[in-house]
């Protein structure tokens, strides 16, 4: 079956996340024909709905950006034709929901802090978190904020625990962005 929504994340950890808990949900996104695809930055927004628009008439279109994007969304958006958009309900009318800082930051939210640390120490990472947490620069950042910084600074971990939060989180604590997007697709 061919596509018939496109749904942009910003990087391949957005498209596990998202892509993952679709199918927690139940839901089968290449039978729906709901194609997830990476941006690779918030900047090529622009010309990735652009080509969608011109290449596929009647796609639908959606995506999750951070809320530090939300300008740059919105005049990609006008700039193809989907505006003006003024604010994040506009956007969220259009298909496009905000993640608060990103999306690591809503999964851990969601999964909460303890559960994570479980996670963390099923997977082997425990010890390095904790090596993490010794270090000067982050003794006084609270653990919410080392855990997103041990998540985001360390190769391969964003893809890693995308798809390891994305397994841990309770169904009915889906973060509001990825839950909206899923309803949307």
């Known amino acids: 079956m061919s596509s018939s929504r496109l749904v942009l994340v910003e990087g391949e950890s957005d498209r596990i996340a998202v892509t993952t808990i679709a199918r927690r949900l139940g839901r089968d996104l290449a039978t729906e024909g709901v194609e997830v695809r990476v941006l690779g930055g918030a900047t090529n927004l622009r010309r990735q709905v652009r080509e969608a628009l ?6 639908g279109i959606s ?31 259009l298909g ?13 939210r969601a999964v909460g802090e303890r559960r ?15 090596r993490l947490q010794r270090q000067p620069l ?18 391969g971990y964003k893809a890693r625990y995308a798809r ?20 949307r697709m």
């Open 54 to 59: 011109v290449d596929r008439v009647g796609w």
């Open 63 to 93: 995506g999750l950006y951070d809320v530090a994007e939300r300008q740059h969304v919105a005049r990609a958006l006008a700039d193809v034709g989907l505006g003006p958009v003024d604010d994040a309900l506009g956007l969220e009318q």
């Open 96 to 108: 496009f929901f905000a993640c608060v800082d990103d999306l690591e930051d809503e999964l851990i």
């Open 116 to 130: 994570m640390l479980e996670v963390m120490g099923e997977h082997g990472d425990l010890g390095a978190f904790r």
């Open 138 to 155: 982050q003794r006084d950042w609270s653990q919410h904020r080392q855990l997103h910084r041990f998540v985001a600074a360390r190769s």
């Open 164 to 183: 390891l939060l994305a397994e841990a989180v309770p169904l009915d604590d889906v973060p509001r962005p990825i839950a909206d997007l899923i309803d």
